[in-house]
């Protein structure tokens, strides 16, 4: 039976700093934005009728299903960001960062429908009909990205700083993790509230949905306390449907607990973790797999201490995700099969999502054959934008470094900086356009200051974290 034990709350403080002045050249580069979107949403609208009229038609289709349900998020979150633009011709640092987080959340969403149509399209391309053609219009628009996140900082002009204190509330898990988040309540403003995971393998498909915030799983350590299953592309699951855990409930935390997807190499796209909540954190966690292991999807992500294990593209997606003193373990994979690591999937050159690999340690997992090639990874984006900074590299990564997805990218940014170990040297790189060794400026910018701003979430984490390049 659960247990609860107290529940308390630390009284927080805020400090707001305003200096305000817009210019009349700003205000029309927001009401420009505002009309941009506008249009926009009633694009999605439409798609989103035919969405319903196919899943009436199709109810058994999987890919429809999970392409309403993304499809259903991004036009909440486009709505959000209309809603906090109407009117306003100033925002402070803060606010400014989080609408075009969400923005940014809201375009990966769209686009997720229309990656999980072309998977599931073998033999039905007449039955989705014009779907694909319009969700590609709404999916990658780069022109609307590009006025919305240009007026928001030109309409930048103050700084906001803000610290929240933490509270926990505490329940301990029954037989089985998800009928646990089921007890935990709504109402519970911005408090933490944690699940202890006790030791054990848990068989089941977690999900954190987005009306349960600032949950925390409290495991017992990642090699005894371990959420896994086996869903794959090969047994039928879509990449989305597939994964173990997904979260989707802002300002989680996990520690000391593993996330598995057991299918093997011969499962093909098998995720072990899916996350799509803004400002989450894992801490002294496991994530094992082989293809697609940690699907880092959406919004801000920090990943500090952790294993993550797989074979191809396995740490991918489009959140603005920093992963700090991980150990990244490149397993076997299938004969005549490479190892590309990571794959980004930013689309356009203004958005905001990036990667960032800093002080990690690239490890040949057990049974790794040294004749496997490794590559630090794959643009999965017109866009990509990954840094890898001061790593030691143990396996040996390929001198090209990276592999391409669709013929030679032209805005991809893959920088590299102060990296050792096998490979590590940028000599025989290929030659794209955006493929660099950073100087120090510019891997600052990839690091927790930068990419994530304001880091008080992290700070009421209590996980520790580096500023910039210490």
């Known amino acids: 039976m659960a247990s609860y034990k107290l529940h308390f709350t630390i009284p927080f403080f805020v400090f707001l700093f305003i200096n305000s002045m817009v210019a009349r050249g700003d205000k029309v580069a927001l009401l420009e934005s505002q009309r ?11 798609v989103q009728y035919l969405l319903a009229n196919l899943t009436k038609e199709y109810t058994k289709d999987k890919s429809l299903k999970v392409c309403s349900e993304v499809v259903n998020e991004g036009y909440r979150l486009l709505g959000n960001v209309q809603r906090r633009m109407e009117g306003v011709t100033q925002y402070d640092s ?20 229309s990656q999980t149509l072309k998977e599931g399209r073998k033999g039905k391309v007449h039955q989705y009909g014009s779907l694909l053609h319009h969700i590609e219009d709404v999916a990658v628009d780069c022109s609307l990205e590009n006025v919305t996140m240009g007026a928001l900082q030109e309409a930048t002009n103050f700084k906001k700083n803000a610290y929240q204190g933490s509270s926990y509330g505490l329940i301990h898990s029954g037989n089985d993790v998800l009928s646990t988040i089921d007890m935990i309540p709504l109402s519970r403003a911005n408090d933490y509230f944690m699940i202890r995971i006790r030791p054990g393998r848990y068989n089941e498909n977690v999900v954190v949905p987005p009306e349960k915030p600032f949950l925390v799983f409290a495991g017992s350590g990642k090699h005894v306390t371990v959420i896994t299953s086996n869903r794959s592309h090969a047994s039928g699951y879509n990449t989305w449907d597939s994964a173990t855990a997904m979260i989707l409930g802002s300002n989680f935390v996990a ?3 593993a996330f598995e997807n057991s299918a093997g190499p011969q499962g093909g796209q098998a995720v072990a973790l899916l996350c799509s909540a803004n400002q989450a954190v894992f801490y002294r966690c496991s994530f094992r797999g082989y ?10 992500q920090f990943y500090r201490d952790c294993d993550i294990y797989g074979t191809i593209d396995f740490i991918f997606g489009d959140a603005t995700a920093i992963f700090q003193y991980c150990h990244i373990h490149v397993e076997q994979p299938l004969p005549g099969q490479s190892n590309p690591i ?4 930013r689309q356009c050159p203004n958005g905001k999502t990036g990667f960032t690999i800093q ?6 997992a057990v049974g790794f054959h040294t004749s496997t090639q490794t590559y630090l990874g794959r643009p999965w984006g017109r866009s990509t934008r990954v840094a890898f900074i001061s790593n030691q590299f143990n396996v040996m990564i390929q001198p090209p470094g990276w592999l391409s997805w669709n013929g030679i990218p032209s805005q991809v940014y893959l920088g590299e900086f102060n990296n050792t170990g096998l490979g590590a040297s940028m000599t025989g790189r290929v030659a794209w356009p955006g493929v660099k060794s950073l100087t120090q400026a510019e891997a600052y910018n990839m690091t927790a200051d930068v990419m994530f701003g304001d880091l008080s979430w992290l700070h009421k984490s209590r996980v520790p974290y580096l500023r910039g390049l210490q």
């Not at 293809?291 to 801000?300: F, I, N, P, W």
């Open 255 to 257: 520690y000391d607990i």
């Open 36 to 46: 941009a979107l506008s249009h926009h949403i009633q694009k999605i609208s439409r």
């Open 94 to 113: 803060d606010t400014s960062s989080s609408i075009q987080t969400t923005f940014s959340a809201a375009s990966t969403y769209l686009r997720t429908c």
């Open 291 to 300: 293809q697609d292991t940690l699907y880092a999807h959406a919004y801000l």
């Open 342 to 345: 990571v794959a980004q999937q």
């Open 359 to 364: 002080n990690c340690i690239i490890y040949p």
